[in-house]
């Protein structure tokens, strides 16, 4: 008898009806099938918003104010894309990285030189660029087997200075000039403003934010985290570390990649002074603000810091706050560092969210939601 | 021949203010297991502060050099106890953030008062006078850095091993709730290892000053004085002076021989590839973890 209903609550379709009809099919965070766990959507309320998200970011560029906005919002889908990848290695790997931005200008110069040099049109050499990526992670993730903590984290670090350098110092990526990026066309589509570009990197980061939930939901997403928790027992329920760790690399690096081969594209420029060191650090801060190991807060962190640090650009300008700081420069600072406020202010936020809430944004809102969830008690 | 020997004589003076950095690091490491990116810019803090003493209130150098490492004692202290007590989960990744967290504000801080531009401290050994032995080229400032080099690790490596702070510092890092249980105050222990780490960082940080002098200057002395240590092992205070000399040696004759223009990707090369063959480091004893 037991076994009977055992058998039958795991088939969806088989579940006792609830004897009320407007009851929900799942309560609360309740799965009771792993159908229900991996499936997309867990209730109608949360498609129907995630269709009032695909519908805003639709119709965004025809109601903003000013290009800026856009340019803003191409910025931000680009360091979605890298965050995600990056939260896939870093949180729920366990694996720290400090040399994204090595990836990143890999993924940027790979597609414009196969563009330029080899003539693939921009829908095959982006997705060939970040594969050159991803081999590339898997090769970093090769010594990352035996590294652990601070040994990695010089690894990595390494790894991402020197192959700027190394692409910098080369002729056939341009050298110190950089390169120009060509026209950009997809099929007979020529993407010739902000506005197309915007709907080509916005399209890409929803699919890649679906693919990078479906990747943490499943078989490959369990192994990560279980190899972060405690990775020699992982082993020994049969995760094969090799396997899944430069998996995580690999993956990590073909989402980092891909987002440089756009970046190259916002700017129409790629030069490899701008794949700093600074760079690695504020993907990881956006990494660790948004919240380690999620892929809500991965999205929010990189969409916070990419927009507080164009603020920061122009914080003269801020009405207020600008007036009070050429005060404070003129008196106490140098007038000239005041662009320097931006390490002050990131740096703050990333020493505050770490020392109060570790687990970032998205753990600011799992704590509201807990409370309002169980309040009164 | 005696290119050779001027370029391993040129990597051994800069791999001494690397093991400066790298033993700073190791300290940190030793007893608390936590890798400190600030290092570089707490000492940068208390170079620039000096240079205001001295170019703006012309305080004379004998005042000005200990006031300095005063000041970084306490501000060693002061950050250990403000910020790194204050972390909820004290795991690798959170401190690391935490520590870059710092070393961000630290620099922002330092460049927006004294501005960007390249300044010069007064310091009373040029820059530029130097010994030639032979036809050998070594200068003052060098040779100062040598032995200020090996002096302090001399000096760490005893303080550790015969005094009971130095007692107290092990047994803190090998098991605190042991180490408070048996009397020692572990806070005390933390703070005042931050403070001797930004002290001897300020001693490199002094050293490395008359030569260049930016807000950026301590980046490159900390990260292949962090690879030095890294390569030498984090819990061994030989293994990242002797580290440091490696990546400093090896650094130059490879820009002398083949290239200047990959030098640090050389070094972080041959970490790398040391790592993997002895994945804690040279001369590091690899700490068995409970699985």
């Known amino acids: 008898m037991a076994y009977g209903n055992f058998y039958q609550a795991a088939l969806p379709h088989t579940i006792n009806q609830p004897t009320s009809p407007g009851l929900p099919k799942a309560t609360m965070d ?36 000013s290009n800026s906005y856009i340019y803003m919002a191409n910025l931000m889908a680009i360091n979605i894309i890298v965050v995600l990848g990056l939260n896939l290695l870093v949180g729920f790997t366990g694996q720290i990285s400090l040399g994204h931005a090595g990836f990143f200008c890999v993924g940027a110069y790979a597609t414009v030189t196969l563009m330029i040099h080899a003539g693939l049109p921009f829908i095959a050499a982006l997705p060939l660029a970040s594969l050159i990526t991803a081999l590339l992670g898997f090769l970093l993730g090769l010594p990352a087997l035996r590294l652990e903590g601070p040994y990695l984290s010089i690894a990595t670090l390494g790894f991402g200075i020197s192959i700027t350098k190394v692409i910098g110092k080369m002729e056939f990526f341009g050298g110190r000039q950089g390169l120009h990026t060509p026209e950009l066309t997809i099929g007979g589509w020529h993407l010739n403003t902000d506005i197309d570009f915007y709907y080509l990197a916005v399209g890409l980061t929803v699919l890649l934010t679906i693919a990078a939930r479906n990747i943490v939901k499943t078989r490959v997403g369990r192994a990560f985290i279980a190899i972060r928790e405690a990775d020699i027992a992982a082993q020994t329920t049969g995760v094969n570390l090799t396997y899944y760790k430069t998996l995580a690399f690999a993956v990590s690096a073909f989402y980092t990649g891909l987002a440089g081969g756009l970046f190259a594209f916002v700017l129409r420029f790629v030069e490899p002074e701008m794949f700093t060191l600074l760079m690695s650090i504020l993907f990881l801060a956006m990494v660790v603000v948004g919240g380690l190991g999620s892929i809500m807060g991965s999205i929010t962190g990189a969409v916070l810091i990419t927009w507080l640090d164009l603020q920061l650009r122009h914080i003269l300008t801020i009405p207020y706050i600008g007036d009070w700081l050429r005060a404070l420069s003129q008196s106490w600072f140098s007038i000239t560092g005041v662009s320097n406020i931006q390490y002050i202010v990131l740096g703050t936020i990333v020493v505050l969210i770490m020392v109060f809430e570790p687990l970032g944004l998205y753990g600011l809102w799992i704590r509201t939601k807990k409370y309002w969830k169980t309040w009164p008690f | 021949m005696i290119d050779f020997i001027q370029m391993v004589l040129s990597g051994v003076a800069v791999g001494s203010s690397y093991a400066l950095m790298g033993l700073a690091m190791v300290l940190i490491y030793k007893t608390s297991e936590v890798v400190n990116f600030a290092q570089g810019e707490m000492a940068l803090a208390a170079v620039f502060m000096t240079y205001l003493v001295l170019a703006f209130h012309g305080w004379p150098f004998h005042l000005a050099f ?130 001797i780490s930004a002290g001897v960082g300020c001693v490199a940080g002094l050293l490395i000053a008359p030569t260049v002098m930016s807000p950026f200057m301590m980046w490159d002395p900390m990260l292949k004085g962090f690879a030095g240590a890294v390569l030498g092992g984090m819990t061994s205070l030989p293994g990242a002076v002797a580290g440091a000399y490696i990546v400093g040696v090896v650094e130059n004759l490879f820009g002398g021989y083949v290239s200047t223009e990959f030098k640090s990707v050389v070094a972080f090369v041959i970490i790398v590839v040391v790592l993997c063959v002895k994945p804690s480091g040279i001369l590091a004893r690899h700490y068995v973890k409970k699985v």
């Open chain 1, 30 to 65: 309740r799965k009771r099938s792993y159908y229900e766990d991996i499936a997309l959507f867990d209730s109608k309320a949360k498609l129907f918003w995630f269709i009032a998200l695909l519908a805003f970011l639709v119709a965004y560029p025809h109601i903003v104010p």
């Open chain 2, 66 to 195: 200990p006031a300095a490492l005063v000041f970084s004692f306490f501000l060693g202290c002061f950050l250990e106890w403000a910020v790194l007590r204050r972390a909820k989960t004290p795991n690798v990744l959170s401190m690391i953030i935490i520590t870059i967290g710092l070393e961000m504000i630290i620099l922002g801080l330092v460049s927006w008062k004294f501005g960007a531009d390249p300044k010069t401290l007064p310091f009373p050994i040029g820059p530029y006078d130097a010994f030639m032995v032979g036809d050998l080229f070594i200068s003052h400032l060098e040779i100062m850095t040598l032995v200020l080099a090996l002096g302090i690790m001399v000096l760490l490596f005893l303080f550790l091993r015969f005094t009971r702070f130095g007692m107290a510092m092990k047994a803190t890092q090998q098991n605190p709730v042991a180490a408070r249980l048996m009397g020692i105050r572990v806070n005390r222990v933390l703070m005042v290892t931050w403070g």
